[in-house]
């Protein structure tokens, strides 16, 4: 849910958007094909879309250049922009209540809907599936099984053999991405699924708060050996490099009833109903 409350008498503020699309077929500056504009062309921007991970993996810029190309040819429209705002979960629904974006992507199904309860959102619609996966470093210090070794282990359990190999070894850590975000909202209800608040008073030195977007998130986790929660998205989108260096211990199913599954749904703002109507 939003920070704060909905007022349609305020201005809309502005947010940088973190990229702007105007379809994949768009010529500029002699490239055929840019599928990102390296600054804002005089287009409108008919829609500001606020999410995190989805546009870092480029599926926004995906989804959006191949939106643009089918709305130009279905209605013979002229040639329009749609801009990517970077932000997490939480931040998203604050961006709809403020109407610096139109639309969010967002993956908190009991906050999305109170975001339809408090008119923040006029609907909310399934858009994907995403996946949690709990990884870390390839030298495993906690010793946990890996992802497929055994389909019986639950999440839960992992989590725990991880808490004591963390309390029992100081140099064992796990990287909070501690931001309100979809991950850390997440691996926090892991956490207290369990028993444990280790951000809680007498604050855990192996619980790292990391406080970046998704890819830097995993970056770190890398370069310092931590375990941590990412999505799949994150995951097959980051340099091969970094996946090199570190594990999958536990990935989701696509069972509705699966911790780690991870749905993403599209909330359409007062201003952004217009804008998508039907599509």
């Not at 606020?50 to 040639?79: D, P």
């Not at 926090?188 to 699924?193: F, K, L, R, V, Y």
Request: proline share 6%; aromatic share 10%; hydrophobic share 40%.
């Amino acid at each position: 849910m939003a920070s704060i409350k909905i007022d349609l008498s305020s201005p809309e503020p502005y947010v940088a958007p973190a990229e702007i699309y105007s379809g994949s077929n768009l010529n500029v500056n002699g490239n055929p094909n840019p599928d990102t504009l390296p600054v804002p062309l005089p287009l409108l921007i008919s829609l500001r879309i606020a999410t995190g991970g989805a546009g870092q993996s480029g599926l926004i810029r995906a989804l959006a250049n191949t939106f643009i190309e089918h709305q130009m040819q279905k209605t013979a429209c002229g040639r329009f922009s749609i801009a990517w705002l970077l932000s997490d979960t939480s931040a998203s629904f604050s961006y709809l209540a403020s109407r610096a974006a139109d639309c969010s992507i967002t993956y908190h199904e009991v906050a999305e809907e109170m975001a339809v309860r408090q008119g923040i959102a006029e609907r909310r619609e399934n858009v994907w599936r995403d996946h949690w996966l709990l990884v870390g470093p390839k030298e495993n210090p906690a010793s946990l099984p890996l992802d497929g070794t055994d389909d019986l282990i639950t999440i839960y359990e992992l989590f725990s053999q991880l808490f004591m190999a963390c309390v029992e070894n100081p140099t064992i850590r796990f990287l909070s991405r501690y931001d309100k975000s979809a991950a850390n909202i997440k691996e926090s209800s892991i956490w207290t699924a369990i028993g444990q608040t280790p951000w809680a008073h007498p604050y855990s030195s192996w619980y790292h708060r990391y406080v970046e977007f998704p890819f830097a998130a995993l970056r770190a986790a890398c370069a310092l050996g931590e375990y941590t929660i990412t999505d799949k998205g994150t995951w097959l989108s980051i340099d091969e490099g970094i996946r090199e260096k570190m594990c999958v211990f536990k990935s989701s199913t696509d069972a509705a009833d699966d911790p780690l599954l991870n749905p993403a749904h599209i909330l359409v703002g007062k201003r952004g109903g217009g804008c998508i109507d039907g599509e």
